[in-house]
């Protein structure tokens, strides 16, 4: 069915943010889609953190902080300090630190103010380390034994660079003892009943994210790797932890068209799925566009209910699952 996939995604997060259970009993669960790097993106990311770090991390506001923004939320002095003076060199023009400065006052990550010529700047809070492990799971709801062959080198791959702390695979497929075998020993298998109801087929080892990582740049006849630093991996992770805190797994409606008058929210198991009445069935992101041939715009009147214009089911929609997601956020004003 066309879509399956995407809803399958949908429901593995739904499923991971009310039922996983992460190493330590405290810390709460942060769900997000489509995460990774410029070589590795994937497709369910579920982020452990500890439970005051998570609320200390809401002074900062709902939306990711980039790698600029943070860096300078975690080096921001506790008092006035003229920036170059609170900051390391950072190796090119400093007029560049200055924009990346405007910009964070701009989004109250920090305070900077201008006494004669220069720029200083204080922290609005300390930042903390709020994230305690990062775990991957690859989507795959149709696996057979030819698909899990081909998923195994790029489990390899992820089990050597061991960014992630985990690595699973989530599947519909009947996880056979001859199809987790296709698996690399250190990967978990997850499988997902029509019921959405979810059991471990097998258990993963847990990964070395602190230690030297083993990127493979080729397989072949010679296989070509190189190394990346436990500093390269922290940097990787923060940034990873930071977009699933400023987006989460709901973000997909913010690129489809929820204010087509046959958009709807279907609601399954553990959450909501988008649901689509011209075509009577659960849709992508990518066929719910502006291009689609069912496209109605919803009438005026619908969201002319108060002013500014806030009514429509379109922007319920979106209030609703952005309210479900700064539910996971606790602190957030």
Known sequence: MPGAEFGFELRVCAWAEAHWEPAASDSRV?????????????????VEADPAGLR????????????????LAERAPAEWTYYRDALPDPGYPW???????????????????????????????????????????????????????????QLERDVALSLADEVWVATEADATSALVAEMPVSAGVLTVAEDADVSVAWHPRSLD??????????????????YVSPAEKRETRARIAERAYGRGWRSYVETMRADCRTFDLARGPDGYVPYCHAKGREQTAAECSGSCASFAP??????????????GPGKTVKRLLAERRRRRRPGLE
């Open 95 to 153: 007029r560049y630190v200055r924009e990346a400065i405007h910009r964070a006052s701009a989004r109250g990550v920090l305070d900077e103010r201008k006494r004669g010529n220069r720029i200083e700047i204080r922290r609005i809070a300390p930042y903390p380390e709020w994230v305690r492990r990062v775990v991957a799971v690859e989507n795959k709801p149709d696996l057979d034994a030819s698909a899990a062959r081909a998923l195994s080198d």
């Open 30 to 46: 942060l769900v997000a889609r489509q995460l990774g790097t410029q070589r590795r993106r994937w497709d369910t990311v579920v």
């Open 209 to 226: 994210p602190d230690g030297t990582g083993v990127r493979v740049t080729e397989h072949g006849d010679p296989t070509t790797f190189e």
């Open 56 to 71: 200390e991390r809401a002074a900062f506001g709902a939306r990711e902080l980039d790698p600029e923004l943070r860096s």
């Open 298 to 311: 919803e009438p005026p009147a619908w969201r002319q209910k108060e002013w500014p214009i806030a009514g």
